[in-house]
Structure formats: structure tokens, C-alpha cells
């Protein structure tokens, strides 16, 4: 009896999981063909990424890339400023961190050194940033749909999207 009753409180959880990554799979295909598409060139896809307290300015991939491939960095800001520079929290004009989530086109270069988070304790890789572009305010899900962000600690990150092998997988059973 209670094996029963184990299994029928699994299944709707197993297969809405699977139902989850199957939907997940499917925008992430999606995503990537878009991707493949982008010109190439000498320049970078910036997504914004912002948690209080910290200093990393968000992940960045070379056009054509997966976001899979994508790095958390610090931005060197000694030629540009970042786009929402200016006064940080707690004070009242504070704009620090509002683009969350917007996507850049960003020109520059890898510093080839590293800069030190404090809130994270990791070091992070340093670029300095010639020109921003805004290409989106609300571009998305950042690594895949189902994500969930945090003000806590770094939710988002490459190592959260499902393999090519686990998605090639789930596809089939639908």
C-alpha cells in the first residue's frame, strides 16, 4: 500500500520534471539556431547580471556562441562606463544595477588579468569595454527558461543548461 501510494505521488512530479525539460529543451534549440544565425564579428553579446553587493557585470559570449560558452566578468571601466553607472545603494538616487537582464553589444577586449569579488570570493575575468549598444531590454531566459534568479547568490550560470546529449534525449520522447 504505502509503495502505491509512493508512486502515485512520484509520477506527476517525475513527469512534469520531464514535461519541464522537454519545454526547456525545445526554446534552448530554438535560442541556439538564432544564435548560429548572428553575424560574425569583432565584438561580444553582453547579458547583464545583477545581485546586490556584488561586482561582476554580467556574462559574455562571442557572437555565434553558445551561451554555454559564456564568461562572468568584471568590466574594467577606464575607457567606458558601464551603461547604468552612477550612484550605488543605499543612497536614494541610487541606479546601480537597473538594466538587469538587458542584453549589449559590446566592443572591446579581454584585460588578460583577473579582478577579485568580495561578496562571491572568486575572481573573476577582467575586460575593458569600449562601446555599449543596447540590442534589448528583455531579451529572455538567460542559460534556459526554467531558470530561476536570485538576489542571494549566483543562480544563473552556463552549468545549468541541460547537455546537447539530455535535451537530443528528452526531444525524442515527445
Not at 562572468?72 to 558601464?82: A, K
Not at 530561476?148 to 547568490?153: D, G, P, R
Request: positive net charge; glycine residues 6%.
Amino acid at each position: 500500500m504505502f509503495r502505491r501510494l509512493t508512486y502515485a505521488l512520484l509520477l506527476p512530479m517525475l513527469l512534469c520534471q520531464c514535461s519541464q525539460l522537454q519545454s526547456d529543451c525545445a526554446a534552448l534549440a530554438e535560442r541556439e539556431a538564432q544564435i548560429a544565425a548572428e553575424p560574425k564579428g569583432d565584438y561580444y553579446i553582453g547579458r547583464r547580471y545583477h545581485i546586490p553587493y556584488t561586482r561582476f557585470w554580467g556574462y559574455l559570449r562571442k557572437p555565434g556562441e553558445s551561451w554555454r560558452t559564456a564568461k562572468l566578468v568584471m568590466m574594467d571601466e577606464s575607457v567606458v562606463h558601464t551603461p547604468d553607472r552612477g550612484p550605488e545603494p543605499p543612497l536614494k538616487n541610487a541606479v546601480y544595477g537597473t538594466d538587469q537582464n538587458a542584453e549589449y553589444i559590446i566592443r572591446g577586449s579581454y584585460t588578460g588579468r583577473e579582478a577579485y569579488d568580495s561578496a562571491t570570493d572568486k575572481p573573476y575575468p577582467l575586460f575593458r569595454a569600449t562601446s555599449y549598444e543596447l540590442r534589448s531590454r528583455k531579451p529572455g531566459f538567460l542559460f534556459k527558461p526554467s531558470e530561476k534568479y536570485s538576489e542571494e547568490f549566483v543562480t544563473l550560470m552556463p552549468e545549468i543548461m541541460p547537455t546537447p546529449e539530455v535535451c537530443a534525449e528528452a526531444l525524442k520522447k515527445q
